[in-house]
């Protein structure tokens, strides 16, 4: 089945320190790739819509200059979380769904998240 | 704005019990449709996709999908400790985006 690849799992940072997170389809082709923020006990929360060589698409209340989302291949979308500060700590999900020709209904696949913790 | 509502829960039933999750959704247009379960501390794994009015059957889940009532419901038969979890309902748009409820509780009793 398919399979979305997201590093690190997990990491701890400094206050004021950048974090890059990447995500990667690996046996299908994602123009359009979904990051998400979760915190604990409550639902998932749509960041932005991040596209295949052009600006992503951020949803409202989230600050584009704060987190980064490059999507530079058909198969590889980065968040990176500027200037971290403790309010910033929660569980980030990429997932992607297959844009090939023919698969337009196809399910969303998740990343297995990366727990953020800024000290 | 699309809009996909769910019972949060939590629902509790006992080992060996079906346990059913249910699901609305506003976009009458709507072509696809997910359920996805969540561990705590997890992210979602993907269990169903239905797409066509009616019942699909997979194990112990089935999907059922009615469009004119624009209802999505999901059926585990003999529920087991380890289907304790969060379960998302989702719909999927022309855009790639799907909208997700806010999902619902399962806790399964031993």
């Known amino acids: 089945g398919a399979v979305v690849s997201q590093h690190p799992s997990r990491v701890i940072c400094k206050s004021g320190t950048s974090v890059k997170i990447e995500c990667r389809s690996l046996?299908?082709?994602?123009?359009?790739m979904f990051w998400y923020r979760q915190f604990p006990k409550q639902s998932l929360m749509l960041m932005a819509t991040s596209n295949e060589g052009s600006k992503a698409t951020y949803e409202q209340g989230v600050e584009k200059d704060k987190f980064l989302i490059n999507h530079a291949s058909l198969t590889l979308s980065t968040l990176t979380v500027t200037s971290a500060h403790p309010e910033d700590s929660s569980f980030y999900i990429c997932s992607a769904r297959s844009t090939e020709r023919g698969t337009r209904n196809s399910p969303l696949h998740f990343g297995n998240g990366t727990r953020l913790t800024v000290t | 704005q699309k809009e996909v509502e769910q019972n949060s829960g939590p629902l509790s039933v006992p080992e060996g019990a079906i346990a059913s999750l249910n699901c609305t959704y506003s976009d009458r247009g709507s072509q696809s449709f997910f359920w996805y379960r969540q561990y705590s501390g997890k992210s979602p794994e993907l269990i169903m996709s239905i797409y066509s009015n009616g019942d699909k059957e997979d194990g112990r889940f089935t999907a059922q999908l009615n469009k004119a009532s624009q209802y999505v419901s999901l059926l585990i038969r003999d529920s087991q400790p380890s289907d304790s979890a969060t379960y998302l309902c989702a719909e999927g748009g022309s855009n790639y985006k799907l909208t997700f409820g806010k999902g619902t509780l399962l806790t399964v009793n031993p």
């Open positions: 046996d299908f082709q994602a123009t359009t």
